[in-house]
């Protein structure tokens, strides 16, 4: 079977060290870069590049690009404007970045605003910001990167300037709002159609900040009676209470948050929390100490968790009568308790971030109303309460500046004067207090806890060598009495049955030597050994075998049995053997 497939096992072989030689070759060398650092070059607008006569787009996180068939003389881009600066042209094409908008007339473009272009017929959308390109796996990442060290490819895209062509032959105009673009039937994002959506009316909903501030969504979008997420028509009317939640922790952030006020629905990137839960009130707007964001039900407290993309169950709802009241950036009370938050993270030492995971906590100790401000009024890093003795600082800087929890007892008279003074300290001044324990993570009971973890794809491939070993263990199992000869006899060759296949002439052959030896003397166990001897006076290598497919050890007399059923193959084919000690 093997000698059958040879030639596959030669190219695969043969295929994967090439690729593991291209790939070190590309690591080690900088033709991974065609620009280097400090090279004699003419920046065009800050994507694009003239260089050595040729045409360059710098694609973030992805380096720079030749942009393939331009021409150098002609190649011009979009004056006066960032927002279209990944944008180029010449006599023949237009280019969004190192891609070629195909069928659009470079002599009649014309920018139609919001990253939409068209020349009267042909238009296109075309993201300002490079994205990952998800048509190109790791594996097809793995093969063409190869490919460039090869000298057969180009340097692999996976990051470029998305683009998305709308259909032909119709009138358009920008909208409303980020990406949007509208014709007289219908309104457009990022390129896609807004189902149903009315194009005179289209609109970016508004996004509410703690401090009042009010900005336009860059997600969510309504044409007065319909709700957009991106491209996604969600299942409620309009109203215009609706508004996205506006979040200044980083992590949480990172998620846009539809409240709907009439009914207390949230939606999340466009996915509705349980309606059977509502309503849902959001814990907090600032959510520097945190890295997920709280919603609270009669039921519970609930948040999304980014990886698994679902909404989950944090734990039961502790309020007295579902009522809190803020009394500072992630700071509540409650019934007479005062509550708060703290962000940590859990790291592995090889498989990198586990886990982020944001704690609810009751304060020790302390009584709600027992708490007064004492800081300045004009205090804007975080303010001072005292408590009977006791005096804490309520942090506003967060995890992201390296003060993890809300809340923090202060433990030293020079630190109290400094946090309460009038004279506001430094970022570095705070965090050196917390250092040098000047003040302390104030001590609480965990209420609950929001635990995202990490979806660390690169840790799969140590899955995926496990379960490459259980596949041959699992092989080896079932095809434990199926007997591969170390040898086969064809077109009077007798040919080794190794991944060398190397042949000898059964005319050529003196004798074959068969030996039992101990496979491995620590263990035990037995195996046997194949010498060809021929008439020139000339042996082969010693060939290893065993009876059968199996991980298991073998007996001295399993081996021998074996060795004389070769032994009479041999002596068919007209070749003589023997067995030495």
Not at 281 to 307: C, M, P, W
Not at 484 to 499: A, Q, R, T
């Amino acid at each position: 079977m093997l000698y059958k497939f040879r030639y596959l096992f030669y190219g695969l072989f043969l295929f994967v060290f090439v690729m593991m030689f291209a790939v070190m070759f590309i690591s080690l060398s900088d033709k991974g870069d065609p620009i280097g650092y400090g090279a004699d070059k003419t920046d065009l607008n800050g994507v694009f590049t003239r260089f050595e006569g040729k045409i360059y787009a710098s694609v973030p996180s992805n380096g720079d690009y030749e942009v393939i068939d331009a021409d150098p003389a002609s190649f011009k881009t979009i004056p006066d404007t960032y927002a279209d600066a990944h944008i180029g042209y010449d006599r023949k094409h237009v280019y969004a970045g190192n891609m070629i908008l195909e069928g659009l007339d470079p002599a009649k473009l014309r920018v139609i605003g919001n990253n939409y272009y068209t020349d009267g017929n042909t238009t296109y959308y075309c993201a300002r910001n490079s994205e990952k390109n998800e048509s190109l796996s790791a594996v097809g990442f793995i093969i063409r990167l190869g490919a460039q060290g090869l000298g057969l490819a180009g340097k692999p895209q996976n990051y470029w300037y998305p683009f998305k062509k709308l259909p032909d032959g119709r009138a358009y105009r920008s909208g409303q709002g980020f990406a949007i673009a509208v014709n007289d039937e219908v309104a457009f994002f990022k390129g896609q159609e807004l189902n149903a959506s009315n194009p005179n009316t289209i609109r970016p909903i508004k996004t509410q900040y703690w401090d009042g501030d009010v900005r336009d969504s860059d997600a969510y979008f309504t044409d007065g009676k319909n709700v957009y997420y991106q491209n996604d028509q969600l299942p409620l009317n309009y109203n215009d209470k609706i508004h996205q939640l506006g979040i200044e922790g980083d992590m949480p952030s990172r998620s846009a948050y539809l409240i709907n006020p009439q009914n207390g629905m949230v939606y999340v990137d466009g996915q509705a929390f349980d309606e059977s839960k509502a309503p849902y009130r959001q814990l907090g707007i600032n959510l520097e100490h945190a890295y997920q964001a709280l919603f609270v039900s009669k039921d519970g407290l609930y948040f999304y968790d980014t990886e698994a993309e679902k909404v989950v169950r944090a734990g039961d709802n502790p309020f007295a009568d579902n009522q809190f009241k803020e009394l500072a950036p992630d700071v509540w009370s409650s019934g007479n308790k005062v509550y708060f938050l703290k962000a940590t993270e859990q790291w592995g030492r090889k498989s990198g971030l586990q886990s982020r995971t944001t704690h609810l906590l009751a304060l020790k100790g302390v009584q709600a109303s027992s708490l007064r401000k004492i800081s300045h009024p004009d205090s804007y890093k975080g303010s001072v309460w005292q408590a009977g003795n006791r005096y804490f600082y309520f942090d506003d800087l967060g995890s992201s500046q390296l003060m993890p929890t809300s809340i923090y007892e202060i433990k030293d008279t020079n630190a109290l004067k400094s946090l309460a003074g009038t004279d506001p300290l430094g970022t570095d001044a705070i965090r050196a207090l917390s250092r040098n324990n000047k003040i302390t993570e104030a001590e609480g009971d965990t209420i609950l806890k929001a635990v995202t973890d990490s979806n660390n794809e690169w840790y799969k491939s140590y899955w995926m060598i496990f379960g490459a070993v259980i596949l041959v263990y699992a092989l080896s199992f079932l095809f434990r009495n199926v007997k591969v000869h170390p040898f086969l006899i064809k077109d009077g060759y007798l040919i080794v049955n190794n991944l060398l296949f190397k042949k000898y002439k059964i005319e050529d052959i003196e004798k074959v030597v068969f030996r039992s030896v101990k496979s491995n003397p620590k263990v035990g166990g037995y195996g046997g050994t194949m010498r060809i001897d021929l008439k020139n006076g000339t042996s082969s290598r010693n060939s290893l075998f065993t009876t059968r497919m199996t991980f298991v050890s073998e007996t001295d007399t399993q081996v021998i049995t074996y060795i004389r059923e070769l032994q009479k193959i041999l002596k068919e084919a007209g070749i003589e053997s023997e067995l030495a000690n």
